[in-house]
């Protein structure tokens, strides 16, 4: 998928961007906080690769950790740039900065939650529902 680079490159740390990331760059911060950084997607929406709303994509290690009904059914769909798990999750850095461990939180509490939210989004699309969806991402954007 299409982004603006906002982390430096070949910085270590974990899979996770926690709270205040020094792998961030300070243009990052900026365009991470106002969801800029998804803008390039669209080019990804016009060649048919991507959609407005559905499940947000994942890294590799984390979809491997779905349940495999739950895999069939999420990768059934085009990933989206918004979806409620990303409205849900939109604090999700900061969420994950106030966890002992950001990782295993996020395996155990994050992910699980999101991959219910991105079958339920798959059951009950609609075009209604995705207007929805984008007015809800447009207000939490604005409203930050």
């Known amino acids: 998928i299409w982004k603006f680079r906002t982390m430096r490159q070949d910085a270590p740390g974990t899979t996770v961007t926690v709270g205040d990331d020094p792998r961030i760059t300070p243009s990052g911060r900026f365009l991470r906080s106002t969801k ?8 990804n929406v016009l060649r048919g690769e991507m959609s407005l709303v559905g499940p947000r994509p994942e890294v590799p290690y984390y979809v491997d950790m779905w349940p495999a009904s739950a895999k069939r059914q999420i990768l059934s769909v085009r990933p989206g740039i918004t ?28 992910l699980p939650r999101k991959v219910a939210l ?27």
């Open 36 to 43: 800029l950084d998804e803008l390039p997607q669209l080019v």
């Open 83 to 110: 979806d409620p798990a990303s409205i849900e999750f939109r604090r999700e850095s900061e969420e994950l900065a106030l966890a002992d461990d950001p990782e295993a939180y996020y395996v155990d509490v994050v």
């Open 118 to 144: 991105y079958c339920e989004y798959v059951e009950q699309r609609s075009f209604v529902g995705d207007l929805v969806s984008l007015a809800r991402t447009a207000l939490s954007v604005l409203g930050r």
